[in-house]
């Protein structure tokens, strides 16, 4: 062992090495050596302090930015979020395979099953792939989304606390890039088209943005209604949710007011203890009923002429537009090319995150707007559900629909067995911010971004934590009261 002056010693020996070797680097115009102790901390606080840099990747996120979207390098990579992420990804590994740290029973669980169905099919697609190389960064950063967002979380929420930190830490730095939206929103007199851009450069869109928002809201109302809540932090949280109302509606986007009130309905609905078998028959006889009367319902549709406004009730009303509104007509022509891309390639589909640039030649004449691109620069399928179609084919979209019920059955029994009121608040708020994405990801789809992925998981890794962690804990507190 080092006694005090050996350490001393060898402090100061390696500061001036340390020195030296900046001073070196500087001179050779190699700046970059200045983040070298940033770099040594992220990988000090990987290996000794896992549960804080997850926490701190968090709290990055929202106002992570996007190197393409800056054109720096035009890459789509998220900084600081995605290298850290990557460091995680690697420690992770590196844990698994010496059989460390993360508890065995997260990846017996039925969910946890789901997502390596659903990341195994990726990576045969990323194979068979038409673009190997672009599948091959796709798959890699859902990897270290899920392994992060979801393994890592999963775990450090055996600690309670954490969970409540995790809502916070997201949700503070999202107050503040509302409040910066707004602000520069204020300067255009609010208008609808700027709307679609005054969230730069956090999010690339209103869309992306208007879907994290919907996520927040059922999380934030329920760490309102919980009990001995430092007054601080609660009148701060409220002022938070007139931000966070604020910006939802300035956001313009149709499709987050949507699954907002589609998961008011179903918290209604699991309020009243209707049970989850009689929601999916219902769902799914009124998908047959779209299904067979499709051609009816579009005639009706087409009648509708109102375009997206300014005005907040005929933006509202411009959401059934079919026949005129450029955006849903965008929408609907990604959506014709997906199933055409789906019925040429239906078992292994083009590979993942290649949509964008292989769909062009699927475009029918009769289908293009006047917004439409062939350049590979116009997003996605938007839809969660039909993009997997057409890059994996339809075991990729048949792993998307298992996590949402397999996600729904462990939230419905979760909910309907707990007595603890903390615990079902947070079981009901994690699960309906949930669902607001599953329902939004009908017409978008924003997994592989940070902003997205990062509550997503998140929630899904709450609602297994609870499950495996503390509804036991529950249990065991009622059987010791009872036989007490």
């Not at 190389?133 to 999963?154: D, E, P």
């Not at 934030?220 to 409220?238: C, D, E, Q, S, Y």
């Not at 939802?248 to 907002?260: D, G, K, P």
């Not at 309020?271 to 769902?283: C, E, G, M």
Request: aromatic letters at 14%.
């Amino acid at each position: 062992m080092l006694n005090d002056l050996q350490k001393k010693r060898w402090l100061m020996i390696g500061g001036g090495l340390f020195v030296l070797l900046q001073t070196v680097c500087i001179a050779l115009e190699f700046y970059y050596i200045a983040l070298l102790p940033l770099v040594l901390l992220v990988i000090a606080g990987a290996i000794f302090k896992l549960d804080w840099l997850i926490l701190f990747i968090i709290a990055c996120t929202p106002v992570s930015l996007n190197l393409e979207q800056l054109d720096l390098g035009g890459i789509g990579f998220y900084l600081p979020t995605e290298p850290l992420l990557f460091g995680v990804l690697v420690v992770f590994v590196m844990k698994l395979l010496y059989g460390k740290s993360i508890d065995k029973r997260i990846f017996k669980h039925p969910i946890s099953i789901v997502v390596y169905g659903f990341l195994a099919w990726m990576l045969v697609t990323t194979i068979t792939s038409e673009m190997p190389l672009v599948s091959l960064k796709y798959f890699i950063s859902r990897a270290w989304f899920i392994a992060g967002f979801y393994f890592i979380l999963t775990h450090i929420f055996q600690n309670r606390k954490h969970i409540d930190r995790s809502f916070l830490l997201y949700l503070f730095p999202l107050f503040a890039v509302i409040c910066y939206t707004v602000i520069r929103h204020a300067g255009f007199g609010f208008e609808k088209d700027a709307g679609h851009w005054v969230m730069e450069p956090f999010y690339k869109d209103h869309t992306s943005y208007g879907a994290v928002l919907a996520m927040y809201l059922p999380v934030l109302v329920g760490l309102l209604l919980k009990r001995n809540v430092n007054p601080l932090l609660k009148a701060f949280l409220i002022i938070g949710l007139v931000i966070l109302v604020v910006g939802i509606i300035l956001s313009y986007t149709r499709a987050a007011w949507v699954s907002i009130a589609a998961v008011i309905g179903l918290g209604i609905l699991m309020l009243l203890r209707i049970q989850l078998k009689h929601l999916v028959f219902v769902a799914l006889a009124g998908i047959g009923f779209l299904w067979f009367a499709q051609d009816e319902l579009v005639q009706m549709l087409e009648k509708n002429k109102q375009d997206s406004s300014d005005d907040l009730a005929e933006h509202v009303e411009s959401i059934s537009n079919v026949s005129s509104d450029a955006s849903n007509l965008e929408r609907l022509n990604r959506w014709n090319c997906a199933m055409a891309m789906f019925e040429e390639r239906p078992v292994f589909g083009w590979g993942p995150g290649t949509y964008q640039f292989v769909y062009a030649p699927f475009q029918r004449s009769q289908d293009i707007t006047i917004i439409s691109t062939n350049n590979a620069d116009g997003g996605n399928a938007h839809s969660e559900y039909l993009g997997p179609l057409a890059e994996q084919g339809v075991l990729g979209s048949l792993a998307f629909f298992a996590l949402l019920f397999v996600v729904s059955q462990v939230a419905f029994k979760l909910f309907f067995r707990l007595k603890d009121r903390e615990l079902k608040i947070l079981v009901l708020s994690s699960y309906l911010g949930l669902m607001t994405y599953f329902i939004h990801a009908v017409l978008n789809n924003y997994l592989d971004t940070d902003k997205v992925s990062a509550p997503f998981w998140g929630f899904i890794a709450v609602l297994v934590a609870v499950d495996l962690f503390h509804a036991p804990e529950e249990t065991e507190k009622q059987l010791s009261e009872s036989g007490s």
